[in-house]
């Protein structure tokens, strides 16, 4: 996205057309957010459930973000920056997501065992 992600664009722009649509067919399904900013605006028809401070991020997408930083070539302009990173992503091996999809329940475990801390993840 290009700008500022406002509380307003993310609902306008990726809560309704994307999430919205995906949680629909996923009975049950909770949709987890954490508290940067925009994420935080109160949105009808979603249910949310607060994130503690200090709460530890079990996501692995931090992971693939980290994945993507390390091999992200220098860029010299945001076009750049965008090639590079649209390039990235779509070379990014499945196997590395699934891994880390797969690792979720020894993640939970560990936070658990952490009770709450840091743990090797």
């Known amino acids: 996205m290009r700008g500022t992600l406002t509380g307003q664009r993310y609902v306008d722009d990726i809560l309704r057309p994307h999430v919205g649509p995906f949680l629909n067919g996923l009975p049950g399904a909770i949709f987890k957010l954490d508290n940067a900013r925009p994420h935080t605006v ?6 949310t459930f607060p994130w503690l401070a200090r709460s530890p991020d079990l996501s692995p997408v931090e992971h693939v973000w980290d994945q993507l930083k390390w091999l992200m070539p220098p860029c010299h302009s ?12 779509a070379h990014l091996p499945q196997e590395n997501i699934r891994c880390l999809i797969n ?16 743990t090797r993840y």
């Open 78 to 89: 945001v076009h750049d920056l965008e090639l590079a990173v649209q390039d990235l992503w």
């Open 103 to 118: 690792s979720m329940p020894d993640r939970v475990a560990a936070c658990i065992a952490a009770g709450g801390g840091p």
């Open 42 to 47: 109160r949105v009808a028809h979603f249910q």
